[in-house]
């Protein structure tokens, strides 16, 4: 089945620094979804991504899907001690199943 | 407004004693999934339902059942639990509305294993 890599597995910052957390897949996506869960929560759905090439921003959160639809980012600006939690790729390969990426661990060192 | 409630949020059960698990959604949104999450693991789907058009994935075991009576609920049935079975369940549903393609989880059953 299809698999998504997301590196790294556990990112440590100092409050301020940025974050970058990476999602590639061998096979060309139809879309890419990026999820927050909070310690002890359950995933809660950021941003899903469609186009190539596409970017889109919320406040200090910047997405973006390679132009071959195989890989996708999330970067952080300026980390708060409210982004701690683990952030999931899900990629969509045009059926109704999702799959996720193990997930990248953020802690922010205050 | 919770969209989409999970009961029980813990659940304690002994080996092998079955145990039931219930999602209902408010969204009134066909798709509707089960996943399983362990401690520190990505979520695992275990099962979706398009309507009432049920589909396994290939790797979900035998021990785990479900049922979707109407639009609105969705149950996991474990029928053996053993203790590797110890984990977070989450339902989710999905929606296309918009162009836009968004899961939104429950907040997930902790289930214990004795």
């Known amino acids: 089945g299809q698999q998504v890599m997301q590196i790294p597995q556990y990112q440590h910052v100092q409050e301020g620094e940025d974050f970058t957390t990476y999602c590639n897949s061998s096979t060309t996506l139809s879309n890419i979804q990026w999820y927050k869960q909070r310690p002890g929560g359950h995933p809660v759905f950021l941003i899903q991504?469609?186009?190539?090439?596409e970017v889109k921003k919320q406040k200090r959160l910047t997405f973006q899907f390679g132009e071959a639809k195989k890989n996708s980012s999330l970067h952080i600006t300026a980390t708060q001690t409210t982004d701690v939690g683990t952030y999931f790729c899900a990629a969509g390969a045009g059926s109704y199943q999702l799959t996720f990426g193990k997930g990248t661990k953020l802690s922010v060192i205050p | 407004d919770a969209m989409v409630i999970q009961n029980p949020r813990y659940q304690v059960t002994q080996f092998g004693k079955p145990v039931t698990l219930s999602c209902s959604q408010t969204l009134n949104h066909n798709v509707m999934y089960w996943y399983q999450q362990k401690s520190s693991q990505a979520p695992k789907l275990l099962f979706h339902?398009?309507?009432?058009?049920?589909?396994n994935e290939a790797d979900t075991p035998d021990n785990f059942q479900s049922r979707r009576p109407n639009t609105s609920f969705c149950f996991l049935d474990i029928r053996s639990p053993g203790l590797g079975d110890a984990a977070m369940y989450l339902c989710?549903?999905?929606?296309?509305?918009?162009?836009?393609?968004?899961?939104?989880f429950g907040p997930g059953t902790r289930l214990t294993v004795l």
């Open positions: 991504l469609v186009k190539s090439g």
């Open positions: 339902y398009y309507d009432k058009d049920f589909n």
């Open positions: 989710a549903t999905r929606d296309w509305a918009g162009g836009t393609d968004t899961q939104y």
